[in-house]
């Protein structure tokens, strides 16, 4: 199993572009969320989904939107990419098999962005 | 909604040595606790968590406290080594039926020779 893979490691945007950043896991799991990591912080929660064609708000989705098409793929959209978008984003899955049931948060190695 | 808070933001200690992390969360609903460690340039790794209904954990050199009353948790490292140099995060889940959970502002770990 290739576990969490995300695509780019690394990218330049400028002000105003548009980017997605891709992720796919292979574990079958139910549960995938989008995390931003900025210098010295904690992970911040965007977006996340609970199965395919469910998704929802974390705590700072603004500038951002995901879909879920398949179980497999959850990419992330950022359509005006502004400074403040500069972070490192982390996409992760987990497997629950009732609601309330925590466990294992799997996380993909990152997404390194500079908007400038 | 659930606040973490996790102090020190740094903490340095002689190799062989124990070292000791520590959070605070707001929740009580709060249910489970996980700790991740993360090394440079990778993604955050599961390292030991703990749920409500038990008040310590173990596994080989890292253990787990929970205090629900006082609504805090810690990490202990013991017999630290190099390789345990990272930085480490505690979690706790938010009661929603997600299983999201919210994560401290992390502790960055060194490992003196």
């Known amino acids: 199993n290739a576990g969490v893979t995300q695509t780019p490691k690394f990218r330049i945007l400028k002000i105003g572009q548009s980017m997605t950043l891709q992720c796919t896991q292979d574990?079958?799991?139910?549960?995938m969320y989008w995390y931003r990591q900025d210098p010295g912080m904690g992970l911040k929660l965007i977006y996340y989904?609970?199965?395919?064609?469910?998704?929802d708000k974390g705590e700072v989705p603004n500038g951002y939107n995901v879909s879920r098409s398949t179980t497999e793929d959850f990419p992330l959209r950022l359509e005006l990419a502004a400074p403040s978008q500069t972070s490192v984003y982390f996409c992760?899955?987990?497997?629950?098999?009732?609601?309330?049931?925590?466990?294992?948060?799997?996380f993909g190695p990152g997404t390194r962005l500079t908007v400038l | 909604g659930e606040n973490v808070e996790q102090h020190p933001s740094t903490l340095s200690v002689q190799e062989g040595d124990s070292a000791v992390i520590k959070c605070t969360y707001s929740?009580?609903?709060?249910?489970?606790f996980p700790w991740y460690k993360q090394e440079l340039g990778k993604g955050p790794q599961l390292i030991i968590d703990?749920?409500?209904?038990?008040g310590e954990k173990k596994d080989q050199r890292i253990a787990v406290t929970l205090n629900k009353t006082a609504k805090h948790f810690s990490l202990h490292i013991t017999e630290t080594q190099p390789e345990d140099s990272a930085v480490y995060f505690c979690?706790?889940?938010?009661?929603?039926?997600?299983?999201?959970?919210?994560f401290g502002s992390g502790t960055r770990l060194s490992i003196r020779p």
């Open positions: 992760a899955s987990s497997y629950s098999p009732t609601s309330g049931i925590y466990n294992e948060q799997f």
């Open positions: 574990m079958n799991h139910n549960y």
């Open positions: 989904s609970v199965g395919a064609g469910i998704t």
């Open positions: 929740d009580s609903a709060s249910n489970y």
């Open positions: 703990i749920r409500s209904n038990v």
């Open positions: 979690a706790a889940s938010t009661g929603s039926s997600a299983s999201k959970i919210i």
